[in-house]
C-alpha cells in the first residue's frame, strides 16, 4: 500500500511539473501579427503596399511538453505569414467613420460606418484573454492554460465559413481578411488597432440592408427582436427554416459558442407582416480544435458539456443545444429539420466543401485544409441523424423559465420569455 501510495505522488508530482513545463514557454498574454520582410514599421509608408506578408502570432508556439499537455491545435496556422491587403479607412468604400469601439471578451474592434450608411466592424484576429484569466491561475502561475487555449481556435476560420455559408445560403456578415497600418483617421486609436490584422465584416444589426434580399426594412439584434414582438406579437415571426438551416450549419462547421449576441435578424416586411431571418455572426470558434491533456480533459462533457471539439462525429450533441434554440424552435415540426438537414446534404457536396478551400492562402490549406474538409464531410454524412436528435433535445427541454443571455434588462411578458411564440397562441 506505502509503494503504492508513493507511486501516486511521484505521478501526480511528474504531472504537476509536466503542466509547469507547459505553461513557461512564454509569460505574454497577447501578441500582434508580425510582418515579415519589414524590419522597421514605422518608417514604413503602407501606401506603397497592396499588401503585406504577415503572421497572426507567435505566441503559441511551443516544443514537444507543450503540444503533449496543451495540444498541438492551429499552432503552426497562427505562425505562419499568409498575404494580407493593405487598407486605409479614409478611402475604403468611399471613406469610413469611426463609430465606436466595440465589446467583447477577447476581440479588440471598432465599428466604421460607410457613405451609404451600411455599418460595417473591424475584428481582431489576435484575441486578447486577459479578462478571462481567473485570479486563482494568476496566484498560481498558469494564466498560460487560458492564453493558449486561443490556438485551438482557427486565424482564418471565418473565413472559409463564410465560403460554405455560400454555398449553403445561409446568411451570413462576409468577413475579409484585411491589414490596418497606422493612419490619421485611427486618431487616438492608433496604438491599439494600428498595424493589425482583422476582419472587416458587415454589423450584424443595421438600419441599411446590406444583404441580398428583398423588403428588408433593418436589421435588429435578438434583444430589439423580442421588444419588436413584444409591441406587434401578431406580426411578428421567424423564418424557422432559415433557422434550423443555420443551426445544422453550426454543426458541421463545428461551432460550438452561439449564444443569443451573435445573432443578427434582417427583417423582411410583407404587407404588414415581419419575417426575422436569421443572420449567424462572429465565427472565432468555427472548426474547435481541442488536443492535449488539459484541454481534453476541460472539454469534457462532465466537465464543459458547451466546449465541444471539432471532430469527424459530434461526440455530444446535447452540449450544443443552446436556450436561444428552445426559446425560438420549440415546437417547430420534425419535417424542417430533416428536410434542412437534406438541403445542407445536396448544397456541401465533396467538390464544393474541397473548393471552398481557394479562399485560403495556400500555406493555409496545406495545413490544416485536408484535415478540417474530411470533419465536415464526416459531420454532413450523418446531418440527418444529427437533426433528428437536435429536434427531440429541444422538445425535451421545453419552455424557458428565465430570460435569453443578453435579454435580462428587457421587461417582457412571462410568455414572450419562455418562448418568441408563446405571446402569440
Known sequence: MKKFLLLLLLVLLLGIALIYWSVSSTDKEFERGQLINIDNVASVNFK????????????????????????EQYREAWATPIKAPVVFLDTLFGGMRIIKEGGGNQTHSLKLKAPNNIVYTLRSVNKDPQPLIPEFLRALGLENIVVDGISAQHPYGAILVAELAESSQVLHTHPKLVFVPKQEILGDFNDKYGNRLFLLEYE??????????????????????????RDNPQAVSVDKHALVRSRLFDFLIGDWDRHTKQWGWAMQKTNNQYVAIPIAADRDNAFFNIEGVIPSLIANKNIEPMLRPFK????????????????????????????????????????TIEAALHVWDKAIVELDGKQIVEKIKSRRDHLVQYATEFKKIIDERGKLHEALKGSDDIKLPDELIACFECGSD
Not at 503596399?49 to 495540444?71: C, H, N, P, R, T
Not at 444589426?205 to 439584434?221: G, R
Not at 415546437?331 to 457536396?349: C, Y
Open 312 to 351: 469527424k462525429d459530434i461526440d455530444y450533441l446535447p452540449g450544443l443545444v443552446y436556450p436561444f434554440d428552445r426559446y425560438f424552435l420549440l415546437n417547430t415540426p420534425e419535417s424542417v429539420f430533416i428536410e434542412e438537414a437534406k438541403f445542407l446534404q445536396q448544397k456541401l457536396t465533396d467538390k
Open 204 to 229: 450584424s444589426d443595421s438600419e441599411e440592408n446590406w444583404t441580398a434580399l428583398e423588403n428588408i426594412v433593418e436589421i435588429l439584434d435578438t434583444d430589439d427582436l423580442q421588444e419588436f414582438k
Open 48 to 71: 506603397d503596399y497592396d499588401s503585406v506578408l504577415i503572421a497572426a502570432s507567435f505566441l503559441y508556439e511551443g516544443e514537444s511538453i507543450k503540444k503533449l499537455i496543451q495540444g
